[in-house]
């Protein structure tokens, strides 16, 4: 028996389509095409997932400085239907994990799940996100509309004693120097 080859490969114009495809079959949101020229300039932060050379699943991510805080926010994680299980979604939520690990500057990761989505809000809790607000109304023209909020709480390398939470502040989130690192991670 054949081992399965998991890769995540860059998100291109020339790919584009196949993410739409991806979102539009696996979520319950369509997203407009300024999402997508938004995800074109995303470098690392949006990827997707081959299961042997055939793209199977997406994750699309970006920075959120609000608060006085540095998050990311995973805008989208899916894979199709009949290759969950198979640790697509655990490899995309990996690179994301390493992303956030090897920059040290963030203080936490999040992203909105379905309320009723049980599948998928046990599948963040085994990496660590915990459910940490419940908004209502916060999805249109599906039931349930309520999403829960999780979040992985992470410690910034300038201060391994202190983990901070989500009402911690953080300066100069956005400095020029820290602008021109983050540059620096995004492929050309």
């Keep these: 028996m054949t081992r399965a080859n998991i890769e995540l490969g ?6 584009l389509k196949q993410l739409k495809k ?19 300039e995303s470098g690392e932060l949006a990827k997707l997932a081959y299961y042997n050379d055939v793209v199977v699943g997406a994750v699309c991510s970006r920075i959120d400085t609000s608060d006085n805080l540095r998050r990311l926010y995973i805008m989208t994680l899916g894979c199709l239907y009949p290759y969950r299980r198979l640790g697509i ?6 690179h994301i994990l390493n992303y956030v690990e090897n920059d040290g500057n963030f203080d936490s990761i999040f992203l909105h799940v379905k309320v009723d989505n049980e599948g998928a809000i046990e599948f963040y809790k085994k990496f660590g996100f915990e459910i ?4 209502q109304h916060y999805y249109k023209r599906i039931e349930p509309a309520d999403a829960h909020v999780l979040q992985k709480t992470l410690t910034r390398r300038g201060n391994p004693n202190t ?5 911690a502040t953080t300066a100069a989130a956005t400095t020029p120097s820290e602008r021109r690192r983050r540059e620096q991670h995004q492929p050309e």
């Design 22 to 40: 991806i979102n539009t079959v696996v979520l319950p949101v369509l997203y407009n095409d300024k999402f997508y020229l938004d995800v074109l």
């Design 89 to 94: 979604g655990s490899v995309m939520v990996k």
């Design 10 to 15: 860059d998100v291109t114009h020339h790919n």
């Design 132 to 135: 940490v607000e419940t908004k």
């Design 163 to 167: 983990t901070t939470t989500a009402t």
